[in-house]
């Protein structure tokens, strides 16, 4: 059985293991090449079957890629199948020959790892780290080719951004992406390196000034976001789009995949447990993979009901899914945790912390019955908690809790609230209308029409915002519940 729903677009191979680096972030804790590593004519069958996919560009990393002597052929074998490609190197074996074979072949774009100013970069990376990234950089900028710089953030360099800015300005980088260290390989031996949850505001920060700016193009990677201002800004400008929507989701098995040295094919290459494993191209071809209605499940799959914590209550819970799920496995433990690295998700334990010391619910009544109209949903929603807690009776509370709840898109607690609301009023055909429309988007649409149609004949068929609701819920009996 085979899955045509989804369309690849990109896809990260990591060609090798070897590494002539040994560095202290390293999620791979990469050294020699390792056993299984797939030959050069396996490497270029690849090649075609990724092309034949439909990939529009893929990357390619390790490891340390250049320590693969035929990674300039895998460059060409994909370039010339039409599919962009770019490298993802340390910088140490790129001089000007290696440089020039690399443009002859078909390289799209070559991103260079860049994790601090010289200084620190030496003492992450490896002595002469830097100096032999400047050299790099000059030879590709000689030659035309597009050069960009990778920066993992830690708390080794997190206070001298700015520096590393003016360093890879002044070596004529073109664009920068930016991600936070996981606790993953090396790392994982350095929790003193770890950066607090609340400095992602600070890294985000640090991206809008710099985007605004405008001396460097520079994107925040997937780990990083997802809906503060200021982040949706510094995409915005990167992407130079005005229309640069929200963040939709992880790419693994829905956009794109990742590739392993010995031919394994799995979601993301960050997320590498076996479990996680969907096939090898040693035993079956690229597309069948993909296709399998089986693979990615843990992605294709996933759903806000899944999530836990605050993921589970955002109103951006739906179409982010909770952010990057490696961010989570490897913080939490658990692709289904919550994503204590989401700007946003620490302002929602701000707002927690903010509404728990209020200690008066009309006030807080009133605050939600500011919010709900200007679709604060989610503020709303802290604010009503508190005031249940306050004033356990007050059926104002819970009928507007159910309201801005089913905005944030969580119907269990919308029903609940409803439900409360209907036991102080068993004929609040508000709250019924609010029980009906939870039920239905939870899947119990029979149950759920049924109880708007008793709260339409209670109002006498008059009131036109439970007409409108049956409307919708009668014309979509059929289709999925939770849209």
């Given at each position: 059985?085979?899955?045509?729903?989804?369309?690849?677009?990109?896809?990260?191979?990591?060609?090798?293991?070897?590494?002539?680096?040994?560095?202290?972030?390293?999620?791979?804790?990469?050294?020699?090449?390792?056993?299984?590593?797939l030959?050069?004519?396996?490497?270029?069958?690849?090649?075609?079957?990724?092309?034949?996919?439909?990939?529009?560009?893929?990357?390619?990393?390790?490891?340390e890629?250049?320590?693969r002597?035929?990674?300039?052929?895998?460059?060409?074998?994909?370039?010339?199948?039409?599919?962009?490609?770019?490298?993802?190197?340390?910088?140490?074996?790129?001089?000007?020959?290696?440089?020039?074979t690399?443009?002859?072949?078909?390289?799209?774009?070559?991103?260079?790892s860049?994790?601090?100013?010289?200084?620190?970069?030496?003492?992450?990376?490896?002595?002469?780290?830097?100096?032999?990234?400047?050299?790099?950089?000059?030879?590709?900028?000689?030659?035309?080719?597009?050069?960009?710089?990778?920066?993992?953030?830690?708390?080794?360099?997190?206070?001298?951004?700015?520096?590393?800015?003016?360093?890879?300005?002044?070596?004529?980088?073109?664009?920068?992406?930016?991600?936070?260290?996981?606790?993953?390989?090396?790392?994982?031996?350095?929790?003193?390196?770890?950066?607090?949850?609340?400095?992602?505001?600070?890294?985000?920060?640090?991206?809008?000034?710099?985007?605004?700016?405008g001396?460097?193009?520079?994107?925040?990677?997937?780990?990083?976001?997802?809906?503060?201002?200021?982040?949706?800004?510094?995409?915005?400008?990167?992407?130079?789009?005005?229309?640069?929507?929200?963040?939709?989701?992880?790419?693994?098995?829905?956009?794109?995949?990742?590739?392993?040295?010995?031919?394994?094919?799995?979601?993301?290459?960050?997320?590498?447990?076996?479990?996680?494993?969907?096939?090898?191209?040693?035993?079956?071809?690229?597309?069948?993979?993909?296709?399998?209605?089986?693979?990615?499940?843990?992605?294709?799959?996933?759903?806000?009901?899944?999530?836990?914590?605050?993921?589970?209550?955002?109103?951006?819970?739906?179409?982010?899914?909770?952010?990057?799920?490696?961010t989570?496995?490897?913080m939490?433990?658990?692709?289904?945790?919550?994503?204590?690295?989401?700007?946003?998700?620490?302002?929602?334990?701000?707002?927690?912390?903010?509404?728990?010391s209020?200690?008066?619910?009309?006030?807080?009544?009133?605050?939600?019955?500011?919010?709900?109209?200007?679709?604060?949903?989610?503020e709303?929603?802290?604010?009503?908690?508190?005031?249940?807690?306050?004033?356990?009776?007050?059926?104002?509370?819970y009928?507007a809790?159910?309201?801005?709840?089913?905005?944030?898109?969580?119907?269990?607690?919308?029903?609940?609230?409803?439900?409360?609301?209907?036991?102080?009023?068993?004929?609040?055909?508000?709250?019924?209308?609010?029980?009906?429309?939870?039920?239905?988007?939870?899947?119990?649409?029979?149950?759920?029409?049924?109880?708007?149609?008793?709260?339409?004949?209670?109002?006498?068929?008059?009131?036109?915002n439970?007409?409108?609701?049956?409307?919708?819920?009668?014309?979509?009996?059929?289709?999925?519940?939770?849209?």
């Amino acid at each position: 059985m085979t899955n045509v729903r989804y369309q690849p677009v990109t896809a990260v191979w990591e060609v090798t293991m070897g590494c002539n680096f040994r560095c202290g972030h390293c999620g791979s804790s990469c050294e020699g090449a390792l056993p299984g590593q797939l030959t050069t004519e396996e490497a270029l069958d690849l090649c075609d079957q990724i092309a034949e996919l439909g990939l529009k560009w893929i990357t390619l990393s390790g490891g340390e890629p250049l320590t693969r002597a035929d990674t300039p052929q895998l460059v060409k074998r994909l370039s010339d199948n039409g599919v962009l490609v770019n490298i993802i190197t340390n910088g140490w074996l790129l001089d000007e020959k290696m440089a020039k074979t690399l443009k002859e072949n078909g390289i799209s774009t070559v991103a260079i790892s860049i994790d601090g100013t010289p200084e620190i970069h030496d003492k992450i990376r490896k002595k002469g780290a830097f100096e032999h990234a400047r050299q790099a950089f000059a030879a590709m900028k000689a030659l035309g080719i597009k050069t960009g710089a990778v920066t993992t953030i830690t708390k080794q360099n997190l206070d001298i951004l700015p520096a590393m800015k003016e360093e890879l300005i002044g070596m004529g980088v073109e664009t920068w992406q930016v991600q936070i260290g996981l606790p993953m390989g090396n790392l994982k031996q350095r929790p003193d390196w770890l950066l607090e949850p609340r400095q992602v505001r600070d890294i985000i920060d640090f991206c809008y000034n710099t985007a605004t700016e405008g001396r460097i193009g520079i994107y925040p990677a997937d780990c990083i976001g997802y809906y503060s201002k200021k982040d949706l800004e510094t995409r915005r400008i990167s992407y130079k789009s005005n229309t640069y929507s929200l963040w939709n989701g992880c790419n693994a098995g829905v956009r794109g995949f990742g590739i392993l040295h010995n031919g394994d094919i799995l979601g993301c290459t960050s997320i590498r447990s076996k479990e996680f494993i969907e096939g090898n191209i040693r035993e079956r071809k690229l597309r069948d993979i993909w296709e399998d209605e089986n693979a990615f499940l843990w992605r294709r799959q996933m759903k806000k009901e899944k999530l836990s914590g605050s993921c589970k209550k955002c109103v951006y819970g739906s179409k982010c899914l909770g952010g990057c799920p490696n961010t989570r496995l490897t913080m939490k433990g658990s692709i289904y945790e919550e994503n204590e690295y989401c700007a946003y998700n620490v302002s929602l334990k701000e707002m927690e912390t903010k509404y728990s010391s209020c200690d008066s619910a009309s006030a807080l009544r009133k605050l939600a019955d500011s919010l709900i109209p200007q679709g604060d949903f989610q503020e709303a929603s802290f604010a009503l908690r508190r005031a249940q807690e306050l004033e356990p009776d007050n059926a104002d509370a819970y009928r507007a809790m159910g309201y801005s709840e089913f905005m944030c898109g969580n119907y269990e607690a919308s029903l609940a609230a409803n439900e409360k609301a209907l036991k102080i009023n068993g004929k609040d055909t508000y709250s019924m209308g609010g029980k009906a429309l939870a039920l239905f988007r939870l899947g119990q649409k029979e149950e759920g029409l049924r109880i708007m149609q008793e709260a339409v004949a209670l109002s006498g068929g008059q009131d036109p915002n439970l007409l409108q609701d049956l409307r919708y819920m009668t014309s979509n009996m059929s289709a999925p519940a939770n849209k």
